[in-house]
């Protein structure tokens, strides 16, 4: 979601804040470069707010913007907002500007922001609200009179309490109320509205990045897609630190392909803004992030804000290398605007997006309008375990993984005893298991006293007998966990002044195992686990994946059915990756360069490198590669079954 509802009132980005002073809108001296090719592998659209189209009658403004914009990046597409906070667009100005893109062969939409005016926070309409709910019917129909294609923008929610709401809303939740309220809205305000006036008329919804939190604002995964001819997502992560989201640069990926199984086919790209990021690269990795989950389109936000300078930022010690985004090597003299870092970020990922097959990963079980343990998927994906997410529990998938979401689900541990009888494996969190003691004591006695010890070193072992040592780290507080022995085993544990934390626990039951990964209070300190933790964690997670990885936290492993995989880094230092592949590989061959990577002599590989617990390697090719910080490099696999 935009954090600001009025867009051009101030700075878009905080590096365009620090330094715009003494910048033009385009940045003076910029080298001269040729006009950017159209991407093959998905489309690229950008989005235009009313206040801009408003902009858009000075004809100078508009040709000169655009010529700025298209010299940087090979736009497809945009859509032309009519209505944002009480300020809406004249019919004949927004005909107008259709003809002026059309006229130059770019697609064209429409878009409505169904925002109120407020004093600074987000506010919706007032839905019981006779006079609100007649607007947004008007909205809507001005808007289908004008194109066939409409997008809502991420304010089409509820967050109202006005005397009208609570006497609706009765002895409800608010979820429900809202849940219930927001259907209708959408189903006769919006798409029966628009349809009334354009029979032809496809209405698309934007579902934004918080998705945790989505059934407490009225947006219904469960019944909005099928309201909606299609929805589209919202990618921007922006900075994991200052904003106030605090959301995981891996959600940029994680979150297309949820909601890909949200609705499949139907889900028509990835949304990305250019605020509140530190340093420049954070806005390229957003973009490739979105590409790399195989969304079709991107669309970037917002046309006025694609013109501002685009400043190199806090880059720290890795301003100097070849990193993935080449800044210093691509714009040696000048600063480019972020229309260019648009186009270089997403020609750089166009070819490599080509290569990959259909992405895979760890079948993770969220169900529709679920809460707990809120982007817990998003860190695991952060410390190198691919994660699928599905809105259905996965049958299909040897090894599910549950967290404190799934409790939302009546059936589940119906489900989770059918998995391991058929012979799969289920993870659950302690979140999990907190939520559903009693349920999860039919499988296995476990206990939750309430403990947290500061472990400090940790182990790992498989069966009985001393542990192997994984690492030490600074005292890191995490939950207890009771079992009983012989019945159930810890495969991962950490150690307080010698005494034991499970991190990881296995217990068979029928033809499959349940494992109990703990989870720390504090999500961020999965990344100050030892490098050999997590390494044993993704080998027993991920083991049944095609490659895993040996690396520190904050580097993420992307899998696709084709053999090929991605190793994206996030830290601000280079890493050395080891990467066993499953098979026969004899090298990997690099997307970008075509560089081949040797199979590397080994020792026999540690028993938690085999499959799904099971002790006993199995036939595992090793390479080991060099990734810069907030980079990615792209491989296949050669000589693969």
Same mark, same amino acid.
């Given at each position: ?24 809108? @385009? ?71 259709? @003809? ?115 059934? =407490? ?51 028509? =790209? ?23 989950? @195989? ?54 990922? /166009? ?51 549950? &967290? ?18 058929? =012979?799969g494996n289920v993870v659950i969190t302690t979140g999990l298991l907190r939520k559903i003691p009693e349920q999860i004591a039919q499988i296995c006695e ?35 966990? /009771? ?37 720390? /209070? ?12 997590? &390494? ?41 990756? &080891? ?63």
């Amino acid at each position: 979601m935009r954090r600001f509802l009025r867009t051009g009132m101030v700075c878009g980005t905080l590096l365009a804040c620090i330094l715009a002073v003494g910048f033009a809108s @385009k940045a003076a001296g910029q080298e001269a470069v040729a006009a950017p090719a159209a991407n093959k592998n998905f489309k690229v659209a950008v989005y235009i707010p009313v206040n801009i189209v408003e902009r858009m009658s000075n004809r100078q403004y508009l040709e000169s913007t655009w010529k700025q914009i298209s010299a940087g990046v090979k736009v497809n597409k945009v859509y032309i907002e009519t209505y944002r906070s009480r300020e809406m667009a004249s019919g004949r100005l927004i005909e107008s500007v259709k @003809k002026f893109f059309l006229d130059r062969g770019v697609e064209v939409a429409g878009g409505i922001a169904y925002s109120d005016l407020s004093p600074g926070q987000f506010r919706s309409f007032v839905y019981t609200n006779a006079a609100d709910r007649a607007y947004v019917e008007h909205v809507a129909e001005f808007t289908a009179k004008h194109f066939n294609e409409i997008i809502l923008d991420d304010f089409f929610f509820d967050n109202t309490k006005e005397p009208s709401d609570i006497a609706a809303k009765g002895n409800q939740s608010w979820s429900q109320f809202r849940l219930k309220l927001m259907d209708e809205v959408a189903r006769d305000l919006v798409v029966g509205a628009a349809r009334k006036v354009n029979p032809k008329v496809k209405v698309i919804i934007k579902f934004p990045n918080w998705y945790p939190s989505f059934q =407490g604002n009225g947006y219904d995964l469960a019944v909005e897609p099928s309201i909606f001819n299609g929805i589209y997502t919202g990618t921007e992560t922006r900075d994991p630190v200052i904003t106030d989201q605090q959301l995981q640069q891996y959600e940029s990926y994680e979150i297309i392909r949820y909601f890909d199984n949200v609705a499949p086919g139907r889900n028509g =790209g990835g949304w990305v803004d250019t605020f509140s990021i530190r340093y420049v690269d954070r806005y390229a990795e957003q973009l490739w992030d979105t590409m790399l989950a @195989k969304a079709p389109q991107i669309m970037l936000f917002e046309y006025s804000n694609l013109l501002q300078p685009a400043v190199a930022g806090d880059r720290g010690g890795w301003a100097n290398m070849q990193t993935s985004f080449d800044y210093q090597a691509w714009w040696p003299h000048s600063t480019p605007d972020f229309a260019a870092v648009a186009g270089k970020a997403l020609n750089e990922i /166009d070819p490599i997006v080509g290569k990959l097959g259909n992405p895979i990963g760890v079948a993770v079980y969220r169900p529709l309008n679920s809460t707990g343990e809120d982007f817990l998927p998003d860190y695991l994906g952060e410390i190198g375990i691919p994660i699928e997410m599905y809105p259905y529990f996965p049958t299909q998938a040897k090894t599910v993984l549950l &967290t404190a979401a799934a409790a939302h689900d009546a059936q589940i541990l119906a489900k989770i005893k059918a998995h391991l009888m058929a =012979g799969g494996n289920v993870v659950i969190t302690t979140g999990l298991l907190r939520k559903i003691p009693e349920q999860i004591a039919q499988i296995c006695e476990l206990r939750m006293p309430g403990n947290q010890l500061l472990t400090t070193e940790y182990w790992g072992a498989y069966g009985a007998g001393n542990g192997a040592s994984l690492g030490a780290s600074e005292p890191l507080m995490v939950p207890e966990v /009771d079992y009983i022995t012989n019945d159930a085993w810890p495969l991962v544990r950490g150690t307080a002044n010698g005494r034991g934390a499970p991190l990881l626990l296995m217990d068979r039951y029928g033809n499959g195992i349940l494992y109990v990964l703990t989870i720390p /209070d504090n999500f961020n300190d999965l990344y100050r686990l030892p490098q050999g933790v997590l &390494t044993a964690l993704r080998s027993y997670i991920g083991g049944d994946l095609p490659e895993t990885m040996d690396a520190p936290s904050q580097v993420s492993l992307m899998e696709y059915g084709n053999h090929t995989f991605v190793v994206q880094s996030f830290r601000n230092t280079p890493v050395t990756v &080891t990467i066993a592949v499953k098979g026969d590989a004899q090298a990997l061959r690099n997307l970008a360069t075509g560089q081949m990577v040797e199979q590397i002599a080994s020792p026999p590989i540690p028993h938690h490198w085999g499959d799904s617990g099971v002790p006993g390697a199995l036939q595992r090719a090793i390479f080991r590669v060099k990734v810069l910080p907030h980079s990615f490099d792209a491989f296949a696999a050669a000589g693969t079954p």
